[in-house]
């Protein structure tokens, strides 16, 4: 069995930090991992700038309320299901993910949490594993799976770089340009045929 491995905003459901910089006015948090390759670095920023506006946790959860998956991503996840192992690798937080996690019918979601603080502030983060979904594949190829990963910005590419076949989904012209090796998809019928195509040549390469 060949595991499917997502990543989550951007791929299943739009992103969320965007969403939050739109309902609030504040247009640094629009920047995301498609602007910011150091993880590290955005979500400190992030905190920052969340406590510098007096947003809480719940105010975060309001916005993600009101959030549906990106159009089509329901049926293709569904599809995909019938022939792959289904894994989410996110780099979102279990408190941002799980209430959204329903409109996509709970698929297996890998990611990190966060800390809050007694007036509901988010005090800290807390990874899982660093370089999470690069290492998630190793793991995978430990216990003997193939896989074929996608994402969409520059978080995804140590995952797709580590998978047996990688594919971009909707990536942001600069992160194209950076790493041409991987296959670019812009819609759900071209990205369901990449995985079609990865499964082919891994099975091939099996025999």
């Given amino acids: 069995m060949i595991l499917a491995c997502l990543d989550l905003e951007g791929v299943l459901l739009p992103e969320i930090w965007i969403n939050v910089a739109e309902k609030t006015g504040i ?30 946790l719940k105010d975060i959860e309001d916005v993600i309320n009101t959030l549906e998956p990106l159009e089509g991503a329901k049926f293709f996840l569904y599809k995909l299901k019938e022939k792959f192992q289904v894994i989410i690798l996110s780099d979102t937080f ?66 797709l770089k580590e998978a047996d076949k990688g594919i971009l989904f909707s990536p942001p012209e600069n992160v194209v340009k950076e790493f041409p090796q991987f296959p670019v998809t812009y819609d759900y019928d071209s990205l369901w045929d990449e995985f079609l195509k990865a499964e082919e040549q891994i099975l091939r390469q099996n025999l």
């Fill in 27 to 56: 247009k640094e948090l629009r920047l995301t991992t498609r602007d910011i390759s150091d993880y590290d670095k955005l979500m400190t920023y992030r905190l920052g700038i969340l406590r510098e506006n007096n947003i809480k």
């Fill in 94 to 159: 279990y408190q941002f993910a799980m209430p959204l996690m329903k409109k996509l019918d709970f698929p297996a979601l890998f990611c990190h949490n966060l800390v809050t603080d007694k007036d509901g502030f988010i005090s800290n983060y807390i990874l899982r594993i660093k370089d999470s979904k690069r290492n998630s594949i190793i793991k995978f190829r430990e216990l003997n799976f193939k896989t074929v990963a996608s994402g969409d910005s520059y978080n995804d590419i140590s995952m």
